[in-house]
Each structure stands twice: as structure tokens, then as C-alpha cells.
């Protein structure tokens, strides 16, 4: 039996009053994690964090006319590249950089978005996904330092 599948970028954590997190929301939905019994391998709950690129599978569970969906798999795939505001950061807009990392993240995503908008005889335009995911990886070279 195929499980329907999980791709997208998570937009919030879904907590207990306690704070424990039991779920997330992404760009496709909410999901919910399922009981640690009914879990599968990866299973990366420690690593999601907002703006996480994930994957998943889930199943379907229907109660009163309403279907909430259970991770059963859930991996992190990357994380998010938008730069932190430490304390005592100064204005974005004076155009300065905090530090090595935040003028990394910010090349590698204008690479990124210049890479992608380059080839102007695409028949799609690109995902903001895909051009993340690239920037992403730019970053990881770029702090290579190769």
C-alpha cells in the first residue's frame, strides 16, 4: 500500500499547552505526529524547527466527517536559509552584514534566484521551493570553503 506523501516547508509547530509538539503545519497542511508506535524510520521530530524543509509519509484518519493526517515517516531535508536577527543587530537596511554566515545565506540565495530566473526558455517558472533548496546547497558549498 502506497502512503500519500509529504513535501513542503514547515510554517508552524503545533504544541501542547505544556509546549510538547505533537505536529506541524507546512505549505501543503497540517500534519500530526503519529503515536511512537506507529512510527517508522527516519523519524526526525527533534530536528523540525519553522521554515524546515521536510518529507514524510502519513496516513489518513477520518472521525466525524473531518480526515487529520499522522506522520508515520518525517525527515528533515534542509533547514531554513533566511538570516537570524541575533541581539543588537542593527536595521536591515543599511545594507551591512551581521556576520560570515549572514552574507553566505544572502549570496548563495541571490545566486540561487539568479540561476533559476537565468534561463529564461523554461516552460515553468521555478518553485520558490526549488530555489531555496538551491540556495541551500550554495550555502553548504560556500561554507565548504572549497
Known amino acids: 500500500m502506497n ?14 499547552r505544556d509546549g510538547t509538539v505533537f505536529g ?3 505549505n501543503t497542511g497540517e500534519f500530526l505526529y503519529s503515536w511512537p508506535d506507529r512510527r517508522e524510520e527516519p523519524f526526525e521530530a527533534d530536528k523540525v524547527k519553522v521554515g524546515s524543509t521536510v518529507e514524510g ?35 536591515e537596511s543599511d545594507g551591512q552584514y551581521r556576520s560570515p554566515k549572514d552574507f553566505r545565506r544572502t549570496s548563495a540565495l541571490a545566486q540561487a534566484v539568479a540561476r533559476h530566473t537565468g534561463a529564461i526558455s523554461m516552460q515553468e517558472p521555478p518553485s520558490d521551493e526549488d530555489i531555496i533548496l538551491t540556495a541551500q546547497r550554495f550555502e553548504i558549498f560556500l561554507a565548504s570553503g572549497t
Open 57 to 91: 509519509t502519513w496516513m489518513p484518519f477520518e472521525k466525524d466527517g473531518k480526515t487529520t493526517r499522522y506522520l508515520s515517516i518525517l525527515s528533515v531535508t534542509g533547514q531554513d536559509v533566511t538570516p537570524e536577527r541575533g541581539e543588537g543587530a542593527q536595521d
Open 3 to 16: 502512503l500519500p506523501l509529504l513535501k513542503g516547508t514547515v510554517t508552524k509547530l503545533i504544541k501542547k
Open 24 to 26: 506541524l503545519e507546512t
